[in-house]
């Protein structure tokens, strides 16, 4: 009897197959060629070219939210969490407004849930932790008021769960699809900031976290830049990558495992319990860094070291000529993989009074790369590529579609909901 490696990689090497078997009848038919193999307790799957999505997959908005000037709740300040409901129900929060919303599947505003301060569900600072559990209630993560907000879909409080508080983060709130939720945090708060290990905190009714999960120590040695200052009233630290350069990534998948990769090559890891490793590669050619986009990096980085030590110089290694394979990794709610490409970059013109750098503000960035993702199916499937409008945010994806922050020329925000649109329908999960 075949093991259950062999069968999974069975099922994958048909899908290859069958994949390459339409193309050779039909010139428009997707052609995905990929190979399988077991090393050890991996599965890896290698696509080697092609991809399922037939050429041409498009990317169109169908709603947006937000305007320039109105009403109140149709104007945002700065959106730091967006989530949506199985009906396609948006909430978001807005830290300039401190105000969580929701919005209906046209992005018609519907109410404002909860209010400023610390009494029943009320919040003081939340952060980027908004997330929706397999059972329809609504968490709000508020390190200000060190707990988590449960609402229900309707706007009602349902109580709150402890967490640490004044630890917040950009990260998201992670819900597995058997109900777990996971807020990050780290393993050791106290140690120096270049020593700090990234771990998932499990929180719930009963704020007892036996379960807390670190997060994956990879085989890699990051390259960074370090500013220390120190006054009378202590010492800060700034660490930041060297740009352009090698880094470790992850994320927690909602079918209840890490997505781990390091950069320096097209490989990411699905740490699946109980089941062997599946590893996703594929080929990739570096990208060059353009000499004017290092030059810049460059600067932009020793203004962001001297905000911390305004003597700081250059003390680590150099930028290096070409880029590393992937930017980041994102999981949608479906379990797709989203990995973000680098990109040759292009200049763009700014507006002359933004030219300058502003107080507190790093020069604005003339040098950008185009957004690209590469999109995979959680049994390794390369789906294809998606190309998404510069200043653009994905902040939540399922089956065939994505809801993003996107800025206009003004720098104002808004909500779209795009569509990926492909010669055959996909399904969504």
């Known amino acids: 009897m075949p093991s259950p490696s062999s069968r999974a990689l069975a099922a994958i090497t048909s899908a290859a197959v069958l994949a390459g078997c339409g193309a050779a009848s039909d010139a428009s038919a997707p052609r995905w060629v990929a190979e399988a193999d077991t090393i050890g307790d991996t599965v890896v799957v290698r696509t080697i070219a092609g991809s399922v999505w037939p050429a041409g997959v498009t990317v169109t908005p169908e709603v947006t939210i937000g305007q320039f000037e109105g009403p109140d709740e149709y104007v945002f300040g700065e959106i730091v969490s967006l989530t949506v409901a199985a009906d396609g129900s948006i909430f978001l929060y807005d830290r300039q407004a401190k105000a969580l919303r929701q919005y209906a599947p046209d992005g018609t505003y519907v109410r404002t849930i909860g209010r400023e301060g610390g009494g029943p569900g009320e919040y003081r600072r939340p952060d980027a932790g908004l997330a929706i559990t397999p059972d329809g209630r609504l968490l709000l993560r508020d390190p200000g008021n060190a707990r988590i907000n449960i609402y229900s879909l309707t706007g009602e409080s349902l109580g709150s769960w402890r967490i640490e508080g004044g630890f917040s983060t950009s990260n998201p709130l992670f819900v597995d699809a058997a109900g777990r939720v996971y807020t990050p945090g780290l393993m050791d708060r106290t140690a120096d900031v270049t020593r700090w290990r990234n771990a998932l905190i499990r929180v719930g009714p009963d704020s007892i976290t036996p379960d807390t999960l670190p997060v994956p120590e990879l085989e890699h040695e990051p390259k960074v830049l370090v500013a220390r200052h120190t006054t009378e009233r202590g010492t800060s630290t700034s660490v930041n ?79 290096p000529d070409t880029k590393p394979a992937f930017r980041s990794i994102f999981v949608a709610a479906d379990g797709r993989i989203w990995v973000q490409l680098h990109q040759p970059a292009f200049e763009i013109e700014l507006e002359e009074e933004t030219r300058e750098p502003r107080p507190g503000r790093l020069t604005p960035q003339r040098w950008v790369e185009p957004l690209v993702y590469d999109i995979f199916e959680p049994d390794g499937r390369y789906l294809g590529a998606i190309e998404l409008p510069r200043n653009t945010s994905v902040r939540y994806a399922r089956g065939d579609h994505l809801w993003a922050i996107t800025r206009d020329e003004f720098d104002v925000q808004y909500v779209t909901r795009f569509r990926i649109q492909t010669a055959e329908p996909i399904a969504d999960r």
């Open 241 to 319: 990558s060297v740009p352009f350069t090698a880094s470790a990534h992850w994320a927690y998948s909602p079918l209840g495992y890490f997505v781990v990769g390091v950069s320096d090559r097209y490989a990411i890891s699905l740490l699946r319990t109980g089941e062997p490793v599946l590893r996703i590669e594929k080929a990739w050619t570096p990208v060059p860094v353009n000499p004017e986009e290092k030059a810049e990096a460059e600067r932009r980085s020793i203004e962001s070291m001297r905000f911390t030590d305004p003597n700081w110089r250059w003390d680590g290694p150099g930028i």
